[in-house]
């Protein structure tokens, strides 16, 4: 069992993923530690080989010193080595336990993700945010290593002269003061950045998944232009973020060359007072150059993690989703009558009922409720949904999105689902939603990932399909037939009525052609049932119900 997350805050969530791999941080902090160490005793050796080494007539310490030099080197390449591969695996695997933890809840949230968040914002946690945190991680090894380095410098400084170990101890906080606000800025201006990109990616989804509809109704370009001033004012944040990373940058590259000129003007003038010898004036040349490195690593690291903690922001969001409660009381045991009662919808079994509005979203929402999509008053013979089972529920009472995934596989498999690919079953469920130019006699034919080889009436018609052979108890639908002609929509209907017979069945539509073969129809006004009968006696009694069938008719004619 997966150990509970810490969803606290960004700063308890990084910590929790380094948490999960003890032994790899322990090794990256050691690793980069010593490396770091090691650079900064190359130039106390090369200090060593010029003092002592330099001496008339004694090559022998020469020698010496200089293989302990080399001998420095090798061990600083195998370092790096080490401390690459620890840190590559260690940013890895927080990447993909970060991953891991986001398809995982979004598997778990199922069919109520899309009605929790939108599509583009998990794309963007999955293929930017995952690997932000993963970066984050740089603080780990690095990080550790080069306070390690920069306290040794320290030390040999001040085993030179306290004076240069004063003015080195004294950048930390030069370099706090000028790039802390920064930071902070930096996460300020990410994190604006960072919802527009999400909401930038949201819509983009939806127009691309809408595309064709958008061409149909002539909005391409109203939608097109929207995108384009969302992408420029996404631009100007983007910049705004660029300019304090540049300035960041700026002072990552600068300040250790102030103070390697102020460290090595005050060693120079040492060395010409006789304070410190010639090799100690290299050393502390050496070690101001090598201190470059950790201040460098300070600033990224900085860098790194208010990045990530806007990432790691994002992702425990994502993660605080609620998930629909599993456990409950068990359904009715024999079909009942669901009924919603924000709306006033009911929907009795063994009828074949209709949902009419103008407006899809609310017919939608009613269908949520029945379906038992988060927090609902909906009651299932009599007894509130939301607190039933979901599982049980899911069994009994299915609610088919009209824009719901196809998977890769044959057409057989992706009309079967969760059930086993029966032909007679399949080719059943085929006819009923008169997919027949689909399979075009072959349920072995591929289907790509989201239907992207079929056409949208294709798709709708294959959603359809797979609902039938679902065969629930209840079945809920929002505009099953939007997407095909009317030959085939009289067909579909006919067929379905004929096949959900002693099921229930409640189908949200303005097609006169379903509506006509419902039991008993629903006129939905501003969210609340107006009127109930069947389609011709709402047709005589209201004139809005009239008018809003005569306009749809219009429209598909």
């Known amino acids: 069992m997966m150990e509970p997350v810490d969803v606290r805050g960004p700063a308890h969530f990084l910590w929790w993923l380094v948490m999960r791999q003890k032994r790899r941080f322990a090794l990256a902090g050691l690793y980069g530690s010593t490396w770091m160490v090691s650079l900064a005793l190359t130039p106390y050796l090369l200090s060593q080989a010029v003092d002592r080494g330099l001496q ?86 690095p990080g550790i290593g080069a306070v390690v380095a920069y306290i040794v410098v320290a030390v040999l400084l001040f085993r030179t002269s306290p004076l240069l170990a004063v003015v080195v101890l004294a950048g930390v906080p030069v370099i706090a003061l000028l790039v802390g606000p920064m ?72 300040l250790p060359a102030v103070f390697l000129a102020v460290v ?55 993660l605080r989703l609620p998930e629909d409660p599993v456990e409950g009381a068990a359904p009715p045991d024999r079909p009942a009558a669901l009924h919603d009662p924000v709306s006033g919808v009911t929907v009795a079994p063994g009828r074949f009922t209709a949902l009419a509005g103008a407006r899809t979203a609310e017919a939608a929402a009613v269908l949520d409720r029945l379906g038992r999509y988060g927090d609902t008053p909906a009651t299932w013979g ?64 591929p289907v790509e990932w989201g239907g992207r080889n079929l056409s949208g009436g294709q798709r709708q018609r294959l959603r359809l399909a797979r609902a039938v ?4 108890e209840m079945l809920l639908a929002v505009e099953p037939t939007s997407a095909v002609d009317a030959h085939t929509e009289a067909a579909i209907a006919e067929r379905l009525a004929a096949a959900r017979a002693g099921r229930g069945t409640l189908i949200a539509t303005t097609s006169p052609v379903l509506l006509d073969r419902a039991d008993v129809v ?15 006696e709402l047709l005589v009694a209201h004139p809005g119900y009239r008018a809003l069938v005569t306009r749809m008719a219009g429209d598909e004619a």
């Not at 300070?298 to 806007?310: D, P, Q, S, W, Y």
């Open 56 to 141: 008339p007539q004694q090559a022998g310490p020469l020698i010496a010193w200089s293989a302990a030099v080399f001998a420095m080197g090798l061990t600083n390449a195998t370092l790096g080595i080490l401390r690459h591969r620890t840190m590559t695996k260690l940013r890895l695997d927080a990447g993909m336990r970060t991953a891991d933890l986001v398809t995982t809840h979004a598997a778990r949230l199922g069919a109520a993700l899309p009605r929790r968040v939108t599509a583009g914002e998990v794309v963007t946690i999955g293929i930017g945010d995952v690997w932000v945190i993963a970066r984050a991680m740089t603080a780990a090894g």
């Open 183 to 254: 930071l902070g800025r930096l996460q300020a201006t990410g994190g604006d950045y960072r919802e527009q990109e999400g909401a930038l990616a949201a819509r983009l989804v939806d127009i691309l998944g809408g595309l064709r509809v958008l061409n149909g109704l002539g909005g391409k370009d109203t939608h097109a232009a929207r995108f384009r001033r969302d992408s420029a004012e996404l631009r100007e944040s983007g910049y705004r973020v660029g300019t304090v990373t540049s300035w960041i940058g700026a002072l990552g590259s600068g």
């Open 264 to 318: 090595v003007w005050l060693a120079a003038r040492l060395a010409v007072t006789g304070d410190i010898s010639a090799g100690d004036l290299v050393a502390v040349y050496g070690y101001v150059a090598v201190l470059a490195i950790p201040v460098l690593i300070f600033i990224e690291v900085g860098t790194g993690l208010a990045r990530g903690m806007v990432a790691a922001r994002r992702v425990i969001t994502f």
């Open 382 to 445: 009599g007894r509130r949904l939301d607190g039933m089972a979901r599982p049980a529920v899911r069994d009994r009472v299915l609610v088919a999105d009209h824009d719901a995934d196809l998977f890769a596989g044959p057409l057989r498999e992706v009309v079967a689902g969760a059930a086993a690919p029966d032909e007679g079953a399949v080719r059943r469920a085929v006819h009923i939603a008169v997919a027949h130019d689909v399979a075009g006699g072959d349920l072995d034919r």
């Open 469 to 472: 052979l679902a065969d629930p």
């Open 522 to 536: 629903h006129y939905l006004v501003d969210e609340r049932v107006a009127a109930t009968g069947t389609h011709r």
